[in-house]
């Protein structure tokens, strides 16, 4: 979701589950996956092409977006910092510091 809203302002692609092809400038992409484009060329399934000034797709009627490549460098694609050996990574360093710690039955 949120590259989808980086690609605001940008041309997408955009196939709805009845088959229908919209390309033009995504203006505003909502959570729920709710377009808004403009400036579009929608093809039909039947092979039709028409040119539509502004259209307004469902979320839920959308099977898939194509977005434009250079979005591969957007920031949230970016690696975080590598943190060594800090808690919270994982089920290996859960059981790696339980190990550590013992089985909890003192020092018999």
Do not use: W
Request: aromatic residues 4%; charged residues 25%; proline residues 2%.
């Amino acid at each position: 979701i949120k590259v989808l809203h980086e690609a605001e302002g940008h041309i997408v692609t955009c196939e709805t589950i009845t088959g229908e092809v919209y390309r033009g400038k995504l203006i505003e992409a909502e959570d729920n996956m709710n377009c808004q484009m403009t400036q579009l060329t929608v093809t039909y399934r039947d092979g039709r092409t028409a040119n539509l000034e502004n259209v307004y797709i469902r979320g839920s009627k959308i099977r898939f977006l194509i977005l434009p490549d250079m979005l591969k460098n957007a920031p949230m694609f970016k690696k975080q910092g590598a943190k060594s050996g800090t808690a919270g990574r994982g089920k290996s360093a859960i059981l790696r510091a339980q190990a550590a710690r013992g089985r909890g039955r003192g020092a018999g």
